[in-house]
């Protein structure tokens, strides 16, 4: 008999993010498969998890949660206790941080390994939180996973983990929300974003210096400054401490516009990335990915850099360039002069997107927890 499963949801943020979509897209699939789930969440999201895994038990955690602090520190007695009640048969841990008794098997999804391949795109507390998280989190879990081989390879590398402990379940992307749009579609958030019909570059993601936005406004600005109609930047998404950001964006000519909206409504966004020239995302580095695979699904023209798991989720169905500013204006002033290579890449983005489904990555997941039960 397969384990009940305990997946702590506690550290969703109320804006979902890519952690949300994470867990979201997860626990449907494995509802999908009929495993017995348990879900522990903030008060807030208890409907829309009940609404979601309907036959999971689903509990909510004190209100405390909200604050990250105390959710970290209830996870070191609260969650071992939940599991206790739940029955649960393993423990799903699914952002980086494990309770140190969990007092049964524990699988923690570890989605980034640049923490410590890269300490300078982050605060120097927020950096050892993590450094520290991860580093706890492989020697504790009975299993590691994490979303791509170069995610893998890169806790090897640098925290000397054992790859036989680490099982590698690639993301996958609902494809019914992030879809080719309509063209009447692509215009209402044309209209919406007050384009008036111009064509635009598209950025969505976190302000964190790893997303390299600075880079991208100034390659735009190299690559479209003479332009007689250029097109305009958009700039969506929010939370991060990028604070070179305001000066990149001050630096830009006059008659160029850069339009920032913040967070864009789930519903806007296959229409946004789908009716955008090029969604562009040159990141120092990701563990997965995930604005590349939505970018992708919603036949996107992307371009994208070689860092890390990029190529793995990309592979030859987007372009790429070097995260410095004069790469990314080659890049860019190449894929907008040439509208036959934008579509060709489009098409091509959509059906390798077609491969990452969050049923296969159940399937990983599901694999992970039966070997943490039974000790393979």
């Given at each position: 008999?397969?384990?009940r ?19 979201d897209?997860?626990?449907a ?21 009940g ?24 996870e ?19 952002n ?14 570890i989605h ?48 000397d983990a ?25 215009g ?14 598209a950025?969505?993601?976190a ?23 250029p ?43 789908g009716g ?27 371009l ?22 004069a ?13 036959d ?36």
């Amino acid at each position: 008999m397969a384990p009940r499963v305990l997946v702590d949801a506690t550290a969703v943020p109320a804006d979902r993010g890519g952690l949300g979509r994470y867990v979201d897209g997860l626990l449907a699939a494995l509802a999908a498969k009929d495993v017995d789930l348990a879900v522990v969440c903030q008060r807030v999201d208890v409907e829309r998890y009940g609404r979601l895994v309907p036959a999971a038990q689903i509990v909510a955690g004190p209100a405390s949660l909200t604050n990250r602090t105390a959710r970290i520190a209830w996870e070191q007695t609260g969650l071992p206790l939940i599991a206790e009640h739940v029955g649960a048969g393993v423990i799903h841990a699914p952002n980086y941080s494990v309770p140190m008794r969990p007092g049964r098997p524990v699988v923690t999804t570890i989605h980034d390994a640049t923490f410590f391949s890269e300490p300078d795109l982050y605060p120097p507390t927020r950096g050892a939180f993590y450094r520290a998280a991860i580093r706890s989190a492989v020697k504790r879990s009975t299993r590691c996973i994490v979303p791509s081989k170069a995610t893998r390879d890169e806790l090897v590398r640098l925290v000397d983990a054992d790859p036989i402990n680490i099982d590698v379940a690639y993301h996958g992307v609902d494809h019914d929300v992030f879809r080719p749009p309509t063209e009447a579609e692509a215009g209402r958030i044309s209209a919406r974003l007050g384009l008036r019909g111009q064509e635009y570059i598209a950025f969505l993601g976190a302000f964190e210096p790893r997303k390299n936005v600075p880079s991208l406004v100034r390659g735009w600005v190299r690559a479209v400054a003479d332009d007689p109609t250029p097109p305009a930047l958009v700039i969506a998404g929010g939370a991060g401490w990028d604070d070179e950001i305001e000066a990149a964006v001050s630096e830009v000519p006059t008659h160029l516009r850069v339009i920032r909206p913040g967070y864009l409504r789930m519903a806007d966004l296959s229409a946004f990335l789908g009716g955008a020239l090029v969604v562009a995302y040159p990141s120092h580095g990701e563990g997965f990915g995930l604005p590349v695979l939505e970018a992708m699904a919603c036949g996107a023209a992307v371009l994208t850099t070689h860092r890390l798991s990029l190529p793995e989720v990309g592979g030859d169905a987007v372009a790429y360039t070097e995260p410095d500013s004069a790469s990314i204006s080659a890049a860019l002033s190449g894929l907008l002069a040439d509208p036959d290579r934008r579509e060709a890449l489009g098409t091509a983005a959509h059906a390798r997107s077609l491969e990452f489904t969050w049923e296969h990555s159940a399937l990983a997941h599901m694999s992970a927890y039966s070997r943490a039960v039974s000790g393979d």
